[in-house]
Each structure stands twice: as structure tokens, then as C-alpha cells.
């Protein structure tokens, strides 16, 4: 009899460069004294810096993921606006998306979008419906992120609620969230080996640290103070472009 058919694979290298991020901050020993009496200035000033650094790495992966030169965008079918919530169709924009990752062989699990974005998607009726079934005006509430994931038939939604201060610095504060309105994501994510999947990772050169984020602290006798370091020696990586799928939404909050 003849041979079974035979296929062929090609695989490609990739590299990617770890960058380390860190901060410090300065903690007198006589401030540390005196402010002990109500709270332990080392630990709060530790917790701070930490804050920092992952608003960092926040605003790194908000960055890497709504980039639509390397993810495909696509319009949703209303824009997101306050003026169209009652025509907004975000359970069909997910189910779009949700059939062009399967046609390239990726089955989407997550959800991802802003704040504000979330905000008016639990608003709106279409999707209230999809949950509910059709609703009377006056009884409806707002849908949590996990009756969301289950209207769109997604294991999970992602809300970016972190925020920062979008001014210079001196200038007058100005609140903002990390992840921007302008996209969706609808896609596939995974974590450990990337034979597990998903759009990316955030990879953490372990040689130099054991966590993604690690705390450590030195002594200045100079100026009798404890230096207190935050640091984090990473790299966001998209390891599979077709693993997500961005809808432009065209957000308004008016």
C-alpha cells in the first residue's frame, strides 16, 4: 500500500531584551521615630513604591495589548457612546471577534477593556438583555464583570481600573486610567509555557529576581537612613498576534 501523507513544519526565533525598572525613596531614621506613634513609615513608603512600579508595568501592558499594529482591529458595529446606549451591541461585537479568532484557530476566553468603557457596556440594554432576557426600563441593574463574561460567552472580563496622574509633574493633578477607551480586546489569555497559549506574557528574568516585583532595603549611615528599593527586571512580550482581536469602539461619554 502507499505511504501516509506527510506534513511540514517551519518554526521561527524570537528575542526580546529584559528591562529593569526600580525605585527608591529615602527614609530618615528621625522621621521614622517620630511619625511611629501612628503609623510604620517604612512599610507604608514600601507599599507606595510598589504601587508605582506596577502602575508602571500597568501602563506597559495597556501599551503592548491596545496596539493595532499588531493586533487586528475592527469597528464595532454603534460606537460606544453615551447618546447610543440603547443601540450599543457589545454582545455582538464580542461574538464577531470571537468568530475571527476561530478561524485562525484561537478560541477566546477573556474579555479586556477600561473603566469607563465597562461603565457603559453594564448600562446597556442590549447586553442587559442578553443576560436578563428582555427587561422592563424601571428593573434593571448593572451587570457585574462575571454576568458580562457570561453574556458574551467568555470565561472572564478584565476591567483596567488603575489609574494615574496624566499631568506633569508640578502641575495641577489630572486622574486618568492606564487602559485608554479606544479598543475591546476579545481574545485568548494563558499564563506558564507558551505552548499553553494566549497573546503574551510578561517574562520575569529570574537570574535576578525570584518575583515579579521584589522589595529590598540598604543602609546609608551618611545620612542615617534606610534606602528603601522597589525594582521589577522584566519584558512584555506578545508571543501570538492572532491570539486577540481588538473592536474599536469609538467611546464618548456623551
Request: aromatic letters at 8%; hydrophobic letters at 45%; zero cysteines.
Amino acid at each position: 500500500g502507499s505511504s501516509y501523507p506527510r506534513s511540514a513544519r517551519a518554526f521561527d526565533n524570537d528575542n526580546f531584551t529584559f528591562v529593569e525598572y526600580g525605585l527608591e525613596e529615602v527614609v530618615p531614621d528621625a522621621l521614622a521615630s517620630d511619625v511611629s506613634r501612628f503609623f510604620g513609615l517604612e512599610t507604608e513608603t514600601a507599599k507606595i513604591l510598589l504601587r508605582n512600579i506596577q502602575i508602571g508595568h500597568e501602563a506597559e501592558v495597556a501599551s503592548t495589548l491596545f496596539d493595532n499594529s499588531v493586533f487586528n482591529a475592527t469597528s464595532a458595529l454603534v460606537a460606544y457612546t453615551v447618546t447610543n446606549l440603547a443601540t450599543i451591541n457589545f454582545v455582538a461585537d464580542v461574538a464577531a471577534a470571537k468568530q475571527r479568532l476561530l478561524k485562525k484557530g484561537v478560541i477566546a476566553n477573556t474579555v479586556i477593556m477600561n473603566q469607563e468603557v465597562f461603565d457603559l457596556v453594564r448600562r446597556s440594554p442590549l447586553t442587559q438583555n442578553q443576560f436578563f432576557g428582555v427587561v422592563a426600563t424601571d428593573s434593571r441593574r448593572l451587570l457585574s464583570e462575571q454576568e458580562i463574561a457570561s453574556a458574551a460567552g467568555v470565561e472572564k472580563v478584565l476591567v483596567g481600573k488603575a489609574a494615574k496622574n496624566s499631568a506633569a509633574k508640578g502641575q495641577a493633578f489630572s486622574g486618568a486610567f492606564i487602559l485608554p477607551t479606544t479598543y475591546v480586546a476579545v481574545g485568548q489569555v494563558a499564563g506558564g509555557d507558551f505552548a499553553s497559549g494566549g497573546a503574551g506574557r510578561t517574562i520575569v528574568w529570574s537570574e535576578d529576581a525570584s518575583a515579579p516585583f521584589v522589595a529590598e532595603s540598604y543602609r546609608d549611615e551618611g545620612r542615617r537612613s534606610n534606602i528603601l528599593r522597589v525594582r521589577s527586571n522584566r519584558v512584555v512580550k506578545v508571543i501570538d498576534s492572532t491570539a486577540m482581536e481588538l473592536v474599536t469602539t469609538s467611546y464618548s461619554a456623551s
